[in-house]
């Protein structure tokens, strides 16, 4: 009963935490910007790459959904 107590006082406190630092879409635009000026040119591809890699299998998912069935 009492590691369920445990638990249960962790775990509240780790949603109250994650509720209470809720960043503005600017801080979040900053994160983003500092972390990619770390990136390497080559990286920078290769991410862009990827990226557009996904969205072309997200079209074609979205495509299949929409085509009628029969």
């Known amino acids: 009963m009492a590691t369920s107590t445990l638990l249960n006082s962790r775990n509240s406190r780790i949603t109250e ?3 209470d630092t809720t960043l503005s879409d600017f801080e979040i635009a900053g994160r983003v910007s500092a972390i990619r000026s770390n990136w ?3 990286e920078r591809v290769e991410r862009h790459v990827e990226a557009a890699r996904r969205f072309d ?3 074609e998912a ?3 959904d929409a085509t ?3």
Request: net charge negative.
């Open 17 to 19: 935490s994650h509720s």
């Open 40 to 42: 390497s040119a080559e």
């Open 57 to 59: 299998a997200l079209l």
């Open 62 to 64: 979205l495509n299949l």
């Open 68 to 70: 009628p069935v029969g």
